[in-house]
């Protein structure tokens, strides 16, 4: 019996079956550790915890800077690092607007170019943001500010995790 | 090999052009059938089988046994009794005899290896006859035979001879533990002479004993033990009334809190 | 589509006898467990291989969450172990793996001692053999000092100790694993480097040495 008569070979045979054989030791040890290397990618958000920043009284309708400590769990290392909020009264509402500037992650100030007042400044690449965070037109910064999540209890502002808006 | 003028060559490299390269058809096994085989793909196929049978073993072995993990390392804790990984054991008892400890530790720790070692290196050397079967090289297999034996014997000895519980508890991960002082129960410890001389003031453990919390014990556990003593603790130790026996032992069991009443 | 480019890269480098020198040499008949069943213990050196990849895929793994520092070491294996989804799995198949390959690789030495493998002309192959298997125990030793616990501490000092009673050489070569007098933050990042980087380039360097010799001299003939 010549090998040409089978539609499939035995050597093909054969070769199949040990592709499959591999495939399974390859999947076998290999699954687990692609699983645990992709393990922080597949983790759910933790929920951040609303920390105590300032008093509603300390409040004005000026936007002003507040840093509190945040704790951060990073895996096996815990660390208190400072955040910095820009707060202000809008109204009854109470808006708190990250410092970080939307254009490369500088950090933006309230009126700190005394070219343009009642806007926020970014000193690197000269982007400003309105009173309510929207960007101002024309400077490199596409989108507005982020906010800071805001829970208010017995007359004390507490800030949470920080919401991406497109625009104000 | 294909040599000479005439060769034919891709562009400007050494690479043969085309019709001068070995077709790519397999071998022909057909003349030795069923005896001599592949290796691509026969034999590789029962290889990776015997393989997958292997990886699956080693799973299960992974997923029931996970990797122990001790409590983080305390260089100031003198009391721990180390212990190397288990093929490193039949050294580690070898220290432990006469001949190979104390002023002879070079023949055990140097010597005696080197010597072992060393043979294995040059054992081409040392035994260089024609003869292969290791019945017909007698020295050779004997000598390798024995070796292995007393590996085992050495292995074995030093298993036997180590204290696997004292060891579990030593290298246990111990909660942060918070005793009561205000408690009626750490009043009756306080009480206790004896049991402070070695198990200290505070109960975390002392000169010559351990935590008093370092074991899970049921309270019952813990009466016996102070009844009755525990290895390298002496019994009947305890001085005070019965009911006082029993506050405290409930306190030890429950990890330094005065136990709520529901959880009896 | 691959034939194309398995076509393309052929004509420029000429392949196909690379991979065919390795597919199809022949296997002798003594080392076919379905010829005598005895021929298993032919079986060993190819397992020895294997868990030493798994050795090597589940240690460059781990190494994304372990750190070599005596502060974080102990907590980043624990976090590892305890927090990363498979994490028990991935460090036991190490753990349990350092184990499988001295039993594969002392079973796989006791096979070519009993069957004579080493004699001539395949000295030089026991030689390098031999030195896998020193290198396998190196492995072992460093490995064990990493996760920082109780038992990694103690095994090290008593293993430096071991290095310590050699004569002339001793008191240098312990300093010199340790890295300084103290068994600390210096040891853990030399065991670290030697177990992670020098043992195993010396280990594959070998591992090469040895399989080239087998493909070229053929496996040693029936008893």
Known sequence: MSEKEHKVSRRQFLTYTLMGVGGFMVAGAISPMVRFALDPALQAGGETEFVSVATVDDLTDEPQRFDFQLEIEDAWYTSEQSRTAWIYKDGNDIVALSPVCTHLGCTVNWEGSEDHPNQFYCPCHFGRFEKSGQNVAQTPPTRPLDLYEIEVRDGVVYLGSIIQRRSV | ?264 | MLQKIYDWVDERLDITPMWRDIADHEVPEHVNPAHHFSAFVYCFGGLTFFVTVIQILSGMFLTMYYVPDIIHAYESVYFLQNEVTHGVIVRGMHHWGASLVIVMMFLHTLRVFFTGSYKKPRELNWVVGVLIFFVMLGLGFTGYLLPWDMKAYFATVVGLEIAEAAPVVGGFARVLLAGGEIIGAQTLTRFFAIHVFFLPGALLGLLGAHFYMIRKQGISGPL
């Not at chain 2, 290889?47 to 983080?72: D, K, S």
């Not at chain 2, 054991?89 to 001949?99: A, R």
């Open chain 2, 1 to 264: 090999m294909h040599r000479g003028k005439g060769m034919k060559f891709v562009g400007d490299s050494r690479i043969p052009a085309k019709e001068h390269r070995m077709k790519n058809i397999p071998k022909d096994y057909s003349e030795y059938p069923g005896k001599t085989e592949a290796f691509w793909p026969n034999f590789l196929l029962r290889e990776w089988m015997v393989g997958a049978v292997f990886l699956i073993g080693y799973l299960c072995l992974t997923v029931a046994h996970p990797a122990p993990l001790e409590r983080v390392a305390d260089p100031t804790d003198s009391g721990y009794i180390p212990l190397p990984d288990w093929y490193f054991l039949f050294l580690y008892q070898l220290l432990k005899y006469e001949f190979a400890a104390g002023q002879y530790t070079v023949i055990g720790a140097v010597v005696m290896p080197g010597i072992a070692f060393g043979a294995l290196l040059l054992a081409p050397w040392l035994d260089n006859g024609p003869e292969r079967r290791p019945i017909k090289r007698p020295i050779a297999s004997s000598i390798m035979l024995l070796a292995v034996i007393s590996i085992i014997f050495l292995t074995w000895e030093s298993v036997a001879e180590h204290d696997w519980e004292a060891a579990a508890q030593q290298g246990a991960i111990v909660e942060d533990i918070e005793v009561d002082e205000t408690s009626e129960a750490f009043e009756i410890w306080s009480m206790q002479q004896s049991c402070i001389n070695c198990h200290g003031g505070d109960m975390l453990g002392g000169a010559a004993g351990p935590s008093v919390f370092q074991s899970d014990y049921t309270k019952e556990q813990v009466i016996a033990i102070i009844k009755e003593g525990a290895p390298g603790m002496p019994p009947d130790q305890f001085e005070g009334t019965e009911e006082e026996l029993e506050t405290l032992a409930a306190f030890i069991a429950n990890d330094g809190q005065v136990p709520d009443e529901d959880e009896e």
